[in-house]
């Protein structure tokens, strides 16, 4: 079995910025979520099979999604942050499909990373 793990989390100010990082050898295509305290899993952005980036409304023009394939890293740029991306931050992966799929459901990955927290304060 091919393990996540995320590196980057932190405790910042609001407007400041994090950069999140994920290793895997190799993926379909891959995925940031969150979870706040009480609240459900949700989706954050996602590098698909073609190699697109994609964010959910509010995180985006704040967050970049990329990757480095020599280094099998995806990275989480998270500029301008908010109280309200406070949040465990977790890396995850659909690693093989034979139709196209997206990276950004959190019900289709196949591959979680254990978290990273985030701490935004006013």
């Known amino acids: 079995q091919v393990d996540l793990q995320e590196f980057g989390g932190g405790s910042v100010q609001a407007g400041e910025s994090l950069r999140l990082s994920c290793t895997v050898p190799r993926y379909y295509c891959m995925g940031w979520f969150r979870q706040a305290p009480g609240k459900e899993r949700e989706a954050v952005a996602a590098i698909e099979t073609d190699g697109s980036g994609r964010y959910v409304d509010s995180v985006q023009g704040r967050f970049t999604i990329s990757k480095d394939n020599t280094k099998n890293t995806v990275y989480l740029q998270m500029n301008n942050l908010k109280p309200e991306d406070t949040g465990t931050y977790y890396c995850?992966?659909?690693?093989?499909?034979?139709?196209?799929?997206?990276?950004?459901?959190?019900?289709?990955?196949?591959?979680w990373g254990q978290g990273t927290l985030v701490t935004v304060s006013s």
């Open positions: 995850a992966a659909i690693m093989m499909s034979f139709s196209w799929v997206s990276c950004l459901q959190v019900n289709k990955m196949d591959r």
